[in-house]
């Protein structure tokens, strides 16, 4: 019992340690989000709803047939004048029937009906499509934001390196009587406050992960994702203008492809509500069949002796029936007159939505040009400036290691060179991610193998 126990405790170290040691690339991330996300799925279903409605439609060009039995029971007596005497009863019968029906014409309601499931059915697939391309880039943004913090955590622990390599270089300073044992304080100083951006630092990027796996819908526990080299080697946009991004957005957002088809939707609409004005023609068709079983007696009060003859009959009706049925509208108090109203109302906010879905895309698209070229020359002076900081620092380093400068000085040099670093890799993601929203816009995948 003891060596199951503890193989069991041994296989369920090594799985939790696999799974604390697996790392999600930005492409798992993002399948496993368009997989297993609640909203998608929610939107898949409601795709499919409108899958069978097509299926509706679809029968409505086939005959309807019915069929039905019933059996009944009668009994009692009455009086019957033909025959002069009181009849006592009991009859049977039962009843098959068999009924079918065709619509022949109806206005082309069938059809339009049909086509205007077809197009809602496209709609909902492209409503799908949209949802993903938004989950999508929000998990992109959130993966680039762990790098960024990943990166970040990287500069405040090689400053504690530094903070720690200047204490000890004080503290030899102060020993050989160079220096005050006050610099020896401001540089402790500096190296617990360096330990704490660590801390800082950490608890940005845990709760960046935090904010991924959330958007996962998994666990946070043991979660971490895979360093991959963010390099921007040569720094440029990849378009100069937003025109010809909101052309191809034009052709390849869901957003726009659905609004369409809502429109086109909207002008079917007013043809249903129009065959509501025309004549409709059916075919009926069907066969009955009765079969009756009668018993009972007979009271002849005319007889000097009361008789009671009995009698036993049998009826079998076959019956069969066809014809046509047409209907002719001629007032029908306005409802159709409204209907077709109300259908090119729909018609003309169907328009306004697709117009207002394309102000809304260029405006998007106009906002993401504008932001990638802020983003470009932040990252472009950042570079700059990281540059002359370093230099600057290494400057700096050499005269503190000398005694030539004094621990405030050197600090203002490292904390410059610090946010530097910091306005550098921010600029770095930010422009990453807006070029990569550009590409979007554009009709390149957002996550490539």
């Known amino acids: 019992m003891k060596t199951r126990l503890s193989i069991l405790i041994t296989f369920f170290v090594i799985i939790t340690s696999f799974a604390q040691d697996k790392k999600w690339t930005l492409k798992e991330c993002v399948d496993h989000a368009l997989e297993h996300n609640l909203s998608v799925k929610r939107a898949g279903y409601t795709a499919e709803l409108r899958k ?16 039905s039995a019933s059996q009944n029971f009668n009994f009692g007596s009455f009086f019957d004048p033909s025959s002069n005497s009181r009849v006592s009863r009991d009859n049977r019968s039962n009843n098959f029937s068999l009924n079918a029906s065709v619509t022949l ?36 943004n959130s993966y680039l ?33 160079v220096q005050p044992k006050g610099n020896l304080l401001e540089v402790e100083a500096t190296k617990v406050n360096d330990e704490n951006s660590v801390v800082t630092a950490e608890n940005n990027l845990a709760l960046s992960l935090l904010d991924l796996s959330q958007l996962l819908q998994i666990p946070n526990q043991g979660f971490d994702v ?52 025309l004549p409709t023609l059916s075919l009926n068709a069907g066969m009955n069949t009765v079969y009756s079983h009668r018993q009972g007696f007979k009271d002849d009060v005319n007889s000097p ?28 108090r306005g409802q159709v007159k409204a209907n077709v109203n109300r259908a090119k109302i729909n018609q003309e906010i169907s328009q306004v939505n697709l117009d207002d879905t394309k102000r809304a895309l260029r405006e998007a698209v106009e ?44 600090e203002q040099v490292r904390n410059r060179l610090v946010n530097a670093q910091s306005s550098l890799i921010r600029a770095k993601y930010n422009f990453v991610f807006r070029t990569k929203l550009l590409e979007f816009y554009y009709g390149i995948p957002i996550v490539v193998e």
């Open 226 to 277: 895979e360093e991959i080299p963010v390099n921007i080697n040569s720094v440029a946009l990849l378009y100069n203008n937003t025109a010809e991004i909101f052309s191809k957005a034009v052709e390849n957002q869901p957003e726009i492809k659905s609004a369409e088809l809502a429109l086109q939707n909207s002008e079917t609409g007013i043809k249903i509500a129009k065959a509501n004005y």
């Open 52 to 67: 069978e409605d097509i299926t509706t439609a679809k029968g409505n060009f086939l005959p309807g047939a019915s069929a």
């Open 367 to 410: 906002r993401a040009y504008i932001n990638a070229k802020a983003t470009l020359k932040e990252y472009e002076a950042a570079e700059k400036s990281v540059k002359a900081q370093e230099q600057s620092f290494t400057f700096a380093q050499e005269r503190y290691s000398l005694g030539a400068t004094n621990s405030f000085d050197f």
């Open 145 to 177: 934001n762990v790098l960024f913090n990943k990166e970040n955590l990287k500069i405040a622990q090689a400053q504690v390196v530094i903070s720690k390599q200047q204490f000890e270089r004080t503290e030899e300073l102060v020993d050989a009587g």
């Open 105 to 140: 014409f109806n206005g082309f309601s069938n059809k339009n009906s049909l086509l205007q499931s077809k197009t809602s059915y496209e709609a909902s697939k492209l409503d799908l499509e949209k949802m993903k391309n938004d989950i999508s880039l929000n998990i992109v």
């Open 305 to 332: 002796i009361f008789q009671f003859p009995f009698f036993d009959q049998l009826d079998n009706n076959f019956g069969q029936f066809y014809g046509f049925n047409l209907n002719v509208p001629i007032f029908n």
